[in-house]
């Protein structure tokens, strides 16, 4: 029962606080290497940090799914939902205030851009360009 109460106290910090800042933009910051960093064929690793069962999480999905479609060599997209047991320890490992919050990685695995709230596929494409990603 307390890990229940726990999860809905989370979940709704972590709405409020998307409904205090759905589209603010943070700084980069340093990320922990992990199995989604590293891979130099890749140009970017995208990681989407939400919950399915957020509606401007749920928004996000069909453009991750367009952007693995449209950039299938030059872009990992990964999707953690942070209201899972299995998802929960993202939030501590990407330091996310608020959802959905999106990082992302250079081929090196360092964080250049991280952007909280929902991120329309224009803007999305903007960032990856700065890369080489989206040209």
């Known amino acids: 029962m307390r890990d229940t ?3 809905l106290v989370l979940a709704a910090a972590l709405c409020v606080s998307f409904s205090i800042a759905s589209c603010t933009k943070g700084e980069a910051q340093s990320v ?3 199995a989604e960093t590293g891979d130099s064929a890749v140009k970017v690793t995208f990681i989407e940090l939400g919950s399915v069962s957020c509606i401007p999480c749920r ?3 069909p453009i991750m799914e367009e952007l693995k479609r449209k950039y299938p060599a030059d872009l990992r997209v990964v999707f953690h939902d942070v209201w899972t047991d299995e ?6 490992r990407y330091r996310i205030k608020l959802i959905p919050t999106q990082v992302f990685l250079d081929s090196s695995g360092e964080e250049y851009h991280r ?6 596929l224009d803007e999305l494409e903007k960032v990856l360009r700065t890369q080489g990603v989206a040209q």
Do not use: D, W
């Not at 998802?87 to 501590?92: N, R």
């Not at 952007?115 to 329309?120: A, I, M, R, S």
């Open 59 to 61: 928004a996000m999905q």
């Open 115 to 120: 952007h909280e709230g929902f991120l329309p």
């Open 87 to 92: 998802g929960k320890p993202y939030i501590a």
């Open 32 to 34: 922990p290497r992990t």
């Open 5 to 7: 109460v726990g999860s």
